[in-house]
């Protein structure tokens, strides 16, 4: 049978697992907004790991970014320096306390519910998620902050060194295996082939 309204459902249900998993996040000492902005930073290449970009992911402002970096960096996770590239910049980068807490981040229940419950269809659930999150950035404004290696100035092999097989055509710099899997400020997605 034809389930009424399917996406008003789906919807309800991507809330509602939001929410648990977020009342989960009280863990380890940090709160929900201080997981959000810890998970940035250690996903984000070294082009976005700013408060600037943080806030800009996260839809907050900045002056709330910059209490929940103080409280992150006051508990070790992370610290705040001059950006080499930019010395007007503060970048943000996780110690090793910050990736020790992170292996027990609540939102890797969430990941290990959806592995049992759909193993199969994962990759269709992101490519279904992923679309649904750029149909509404296409309405709200903001930017993707999708994976590197997704982007369309991603330059695959195009690198110059075993440390940097990758390339940025935007930016002009070299990318690792491990930045390639980065999320990025500056990504656009590659065109549907
Ligand atoms: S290829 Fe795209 S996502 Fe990767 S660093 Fe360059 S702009 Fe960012």
């Not at 009280?26 to 943080?54: C, H, I, K, M, Y």
Request: one cysteine or more; hydrophobic letters at 40%.
């Amino acid at each position: 049978m034809m389930m009424p309204n399917a996406a008003l459902e789906a919807a309800h249900l991507i809330d509602r697992l939001d929410r648990l998993a977020r009342s989960g996040g009280a863990s380890g000492d940090l709160n929900p907004a201080q997981w959000e902005a810890l998970r940035f930073v250690s996903r984000a290449n070294r082009f976005s790991r700013t408060p600037a970009a943080l806030a800009e992911y996260l839809g907050s402002t900045r002056g709330t970014i910059s209490q929940t970096l103080i409280a992150l960096e006051q508990k070790g996770c992370i610290t705040r320096e001059e950006s080499p590239r930019d010395r007007r910049s503060i970048m943000l980068e996780l110690t090793a306390a910050g990736q020790r807490l992170l292996r027990d981040d609540p939102l890797r229940a969430l990941a290990s519910d959806l592995a049992k419950s759909a193993p199969e269809r994962l990759e269709d659930i992101v490519d279904m998620l992923r679309d649904t999150l750029l149909t509404m950035l296409a309405r709200n404004g903001g930017r993707p902050f999708g994976a590197c290696y997704t982007c369309r100035h991603f330059a695959s092999g195009g690198g110059s060194s075993a440390r940097a097989p990758h390339r940025c055509k935007l930016l002009d710099e070299g990318l690792s295996e491990s930045d390639s899997r980065a999320i990025c400020i500056e990504q656009e997605p590659a065109a549907a082939s």
